[in-house]
């Protein structure tokens, strides 16, 4: 089988705005440049370059804030005081170096932050200094470290230099050019972000001669838009397993979108797809698609809010329905299949409920997986319960062995709490929870390891899962077929999707909102690599 290489396919799907951009070539070129990211001496009087809040993240400007220049003896510094802010407004960078001169005044301390993001929790680590001492921690969200301390005279009252190096997991901490903490971080490193600066206290402490030096990346390929879906929600992104060129897009309201050249160009595929929907009824909502395996020219895709299960056999030109057995109608989406690797004439179809009753933000969903052993010919109910199912898992070495995931970020379950991952021994006929070391039952994604079917890992979390008692979202991972289940990458809020390099299968990536994490160890540690 030939695996689709890193960096030969790049592809942004934007979701609601249906837009598909393709990177002009056959690959995605950038350029890395070390540079000047940023530099404020302060002798022009003004902050224009700077983003004040104070600690609830609310602008402070002009005579209510707390940061100011002062003059002093003909040179001019920034002064701040009260807890506070003072970002500059730049973008974020990997690895560089921040150098400054800071004055502190008695029972004064602040924070340096660095690789630091905000979009969904508060990620970062951050250099505290006071009179006596420099410690270096990491927060990610709820969740603080400490990593390293040291005891530092810095008198009060005269100016002191600080120097902070950046190179992947290494931070380097010098004071008066002395290197006063050198420390890797093995678990976990934050490798992207920004700097800012935070006044701890009601006593003042004064900065001068910021300079941020970064590795500022140049994309020098041009991305040109190719049309792609006409917008709407877009669902699935599927690759041809044997042919690179062929991809697939669901998108409601355009339904199948079919890329016979890595994405360039789009065409829609909707022959024999008569279901419609929509304020004027020629909507095509096509929601999700999954490409048989055994057989790439069979092919399976459901519809939202609709009854319809279509099918393909010449590789996604023409369609057929095939839902006899299906027992809703526009009570139902159907969210994902699972083909059997042995048998393509067993199919599973994961779906979601809609029960009408709203809970704090979404529907409190039901769920259902449908099953055929005859190509679709008939539909049998194998499994119904309080949350919706997004993925179905058969283990290829053992067609008995069905796992499925329960749940999704933007619907809440019927039952409040959710259901986690299920499994069946025997082909679908029984099922039972695993969910021994879950501790977030709203499984939105569920990926299964290409050669080792025993590892899985379990994306978890949903918008007000505070709301039923969940802290923290975040990957988990099962070496043993969901006897247990290691929490690998905690998050506090929502991580919606992990995936397994198919050509290398130690590399696994995880994403959700506003965060991109990587691990290189099939899982076991993960790097942080910034906001998108």
Not at 201 to 212: A, K, V
Request: hydrophobic share 35%.
């Amino acid at each position: 089988m030939m695996s689709l290489t890193r960096g030969w396919i790049f592809i942004v799907f934007v979701m609601l705005v249906g837009v598909l951009l393709y990177p002009g070539g056959r690959s995605l070129s950038q350029e890395v440049q070390s540079v000047i990211l940023f530099q404020d001496d302060f002798e022009d009087h003004i902050l224009d370059g700077w983003l004040l809040t104070d600690d609830a993240g609310n602008f402070i400007m002009g005579d209510d804030s707390p940061w100011k220049i002062v003059a002093f003896e003909g040179s001019h510094y920034l002064e701040g005081s009260t807890h506070s802010f003072a970002r500059p407004n730049m973008d974020g960078f990997r690895d560089g170096w921040i150098t400054a001169r800071f004055k502190i005044s008695s029972g004064s301390e602040f924070h340096l932050n660095v690789r630091e993001n905000t979009t969904t929790s508060h990620i970062r680590y951050f250099i505290k200094i006071g009179e006596g001492n420099i410690s270096l921690r990491k927060q990610d969200a709820d969740d603080f470290y400490d990593l390293s301390a040291v005891d530092v005279e810095l008198p009060t009252g005269i100016w002191h230099t600080l120097k902070v190096v950046l190179e992947g997991s290494n931070i380097q901490i010098f004071a008066n050019d002395s290197l006063e903490i050198d420390y890797t971080d093995t678990v976990s490193p934050i490798l992207f972000g920004k700097v800012s600066i935070e006044a701890l206290t009601d006593n003042e402490i004064n900065f001068d001669n910021l300079y941020i030096k970064g590795d500022k990346l140049t994309q020098s390929t041009n991305w040109e838009k190719t049309g792609g879906p006409s917008g709407g929600l877009g669902y699935d992104v599927r690759f041809h397993p044997t042919n690179p060129n062929i991809m697939f897009v669901t998108d409601n309201p355009s339904g199948v979108n079919k890329s016979y050249n890595r994405g360039k160009t789009w065409a829609q595929r909707n022959v024999g797809i008569n279901t419609r929907s929509g304020e004027t009824g020629d909507a095509i909502p096509i929601f999700c698609l999954t490409i048989d395996s055994k057989n790439p020219d069979i092919l399976w895709a459901g519809t939202q809010f609709n009854r319809g299960i279509y099918k393909s056999v010449d590789g996604g030109e023409t369609w057929e329905k095939k839902d006899s057995g299906i027992a809703e109608w526009n009570e139902i989406t159907f969210r994902g299949f699972g083909v059997d690797p042995n048998d393509s004439n067993i199919v599973y179809a994961g779906a979601e409920i809609t029960t009408g009753i709203r809970g704090y933000e979404f529907d409190k969903a039901k769920g259902k997986i449908y099953k055929t052993t005859d190509g679709g010919e008939s539909w049998t109910c194998v499994w119904e319960g309080d949350s919706l199912v997004r993925f179905v898992h058969v283990n290829p070495e053992n067609s008995n062995i069905v796992y499925a995931s329960t749940g999704i970020f933007d619907r809440e379950a019927y039952n409040d709490i959710g259901l986690g991952v299920l499994k069946s021994t025997d082909a679908g006929k029984t099922w039972s929870q695993i969910n021994n070391g879950l501790t977030n039952l709203f499984v939105g994604f569920l990926e299964m390891h290409p050669t080792n079917s025993n590892i899985l890992f379990a994306a978890t979390g949903m918008n007000q899962q505070n709301m039923y008692g969940y802290t923290h979202g975040g990957i988990f991972k099962t070496d043993n077929g969901g006897e247990t289940w290691r929490h690998v990458l905690p998050h506090s809020y929502v991580l919606n999707s992990v995936a397994i390099s198919p050509s290398d299968p130690n590399t696994v990536y995880a994403a959700g909102e506003g965060i991109f994490c990587r691990s290189e160890d099939c899982g076991e540690s993960w790097s942080y690599m910034g906001e998108w």
